[in-house]
Nanobody
Framework: QVQLQESGGGSVQAGGSLRLSCTAS????????MGWFRQAPGKAREPVGR????????HYADSVKDRFTISRDNAKNTMFLQMNSLRPEDTAVYYC????????????????WGQGTQVTVSS
C-alpha cells in the first residue's frame, strides 16, 4: 500500500512562488497516475492537475493553467507542483493522490491520499 507525504507548503505574498513535493513510500510509484488537489476553507476539495506515469502528459484546472506545473521524478518516487504567480485565492490545503488513470481525477481509493500541506497566499 503506497503512502504519500506532501511537503513544501508555507506562506507567500501574492505573485510569489512555491514548490510542493509529494513523496511516495511503498508501492511502485512509477506505475501510478498522480494528481494534485486542494481544499480552501469552507469549500469542497477540487482538482488542480494530474500527470501520467511517465510524466509526459499533464492536465490542469483552468484556474491554475499557465501558472502551475506538475512534474515527477520516478527515480526519487516524487511528484512536484511548481506554483508561480500565486494569488490569494490559491490559499488552500494541497493534497496529492494516486489516480485510477489519466482521463479524469478519480482517486484510486481513500487510502491513496496524502495528509496535505498548507499554502497561504497573502495580498
Amino acid at each position: 500500500q503506497v503512502q504519500l507525504q506532501e511537503s513544501g507548503g508555507g506562506s507567500v505574498q501574492a505573485g510569489g512562488s512555491l514548490r510542493l513535493s509529494c513523496t511516495a513510500s511503498r508501492g511502485t510509484f512509477g506505475n501510478y497516475f498522480m494528481g494534485w488537489f486542494r481544499q480552501a476553507p469552507g469549500k469542497a476539495r477540487e482538482p488542480v492537475g494530474r500527470i501520467n506515469w511517465l510524466g509526459s502528459i499533464t492536465h490542469y484546472a483552468d484556474s491554475v493553467k499557465d501558472r502551475f506545473t506538475i512534474s515527477r521524478d520516478n527515480a526519487k518516487n516524487t511528484m512536484f507542483l511548481q506554483m508561480n504567480s500565486l494569488r490569494p485565492e490559491d490559499t488552500a490545503v494541497y493534497y496529492c493522490a494516486v489516480l485510477k488513470g489519466t482521463t479524469n481525477f478519480d482517486v484510486r481509493g481513500l487510502d491513496y491520499w496524502g495528509q496535505g500541506t498548507q499554502v497561504t497566499v497573502s495580498s
